[in-house]
T-cell receptor
Framework: KAGVTQTPRYLIKTRGQQVTLSCSPI?????VSWYQQTPGQGLQFLFE???????NKGNFPGRFSGRQFSNSRSEMNVSTLELGDSALYLC?????????????FGSGTRLTVV | SQKIEQNSEALNIQEGKTATLTCNYT??????LQWYRQDPGRGPVFLLL?????KEKRKERLKVTFDTTLKQSLFHITASQPADSATYLC??????????FGAGTRLFVKA
């Protein structure tokens, strides 16, 4: 079966702009989580969606938001981009919230803010 | 404060030896713990899960231990191979189903 698909793979944006990243989970998976990965901080949890509802949220400013659609596809949005938002953004899917089988991650979107 | 610590220094070992990676945590009460492998430019790949009431879990050349008293998990790769070279991440899953990752340890296996 197809894996987790994230688009785009690479993105360059200017400070102050906004960006939308997309994630299509594995078919049948209803939970989608988003993580930011930077060399200094590792994987930082952004939020988790299940059945179109945000179930958990990390400690990120309100500029970071997300949503999930009825087909489980998810988008995250970052407004008013800052240089420090440059990172690899990873999406992970699982059958349900707290599923013990582990996440399946996409290959990520590399965002560079200049 | 809550912390998950993995050795930030890279681990270099010779092919055929056992690699042991450490994950320590404070101020968490994890329901279970996961280990992932990440290659450069790719997302992490799930390897193993161990529950709080389990002491040890094995999968092929991989072994994970979980000591809730020491608040520590050890991840072992026996008979290591150059193809095992990657970054290994531990992740705690709390009772509230939030998954928190460590920063990872880079492993280099030399032929």
């Amino acid at each position: 079966k197809a894996g987790v698909t994230q688009t785009p793979r690479y993105l360059i944006k200017t400070r102050g702009q906004q960006v939308t990243l997309s994630c299509s989970p594995i078919s049948g998976h209803r939970s989608v989580s988003w993580y930011q990965q930077t060399p200094g901080q590792g994987l930082q949890f952004l939020f988790e969606y299940f059945s179109e509802t945000q179930r958990n949220k990390g400690n990120f400013p309100g500029r970071f938001s997300g949503r999930q659609f009825s087909n489980s596809r998810s988008e995250m949005n970052v407004s008013t981009l800052e240089l420090g938002d440059s990172a690899l953004y990873l999406c992970a899917s699982s059958p349900s919230t707290g599923d013990r089988s582990g996440y399946t991650f996409g290959s990520g979107t590399r965002l560079t803010v200049v | 404060s809550q912390k998950i610590e993995q050795n930030s220094e890279a681990l270099n070992i010779q092919e055929g030896k056992t690699a042991t990676l450490t994950c320590n945590y404070t101020n968490y009460s994890p329901a279970y713990l996961q280990w992932y492998r990440q290659d450069p430019g790719r997302g992490p790949v799930f390897l193993l899960l161990i529950r709080e009431n389990e002491k040890e879990k094995r999968k092929e050349r991989l072994k994970v231990t979980f000591d809730t008293t020491l608040k520590q998990s050890l991840f072992h790769i026996t008979a290591s191979q150059p193809a095992d070279s990657a970054t290994y991440l531990c992740a705690l899953v709390t009772g509230g189903f939030k998954t928190i990752f460590g920063a990872g340890t880079r492993l280099f296996v030399k032929a």
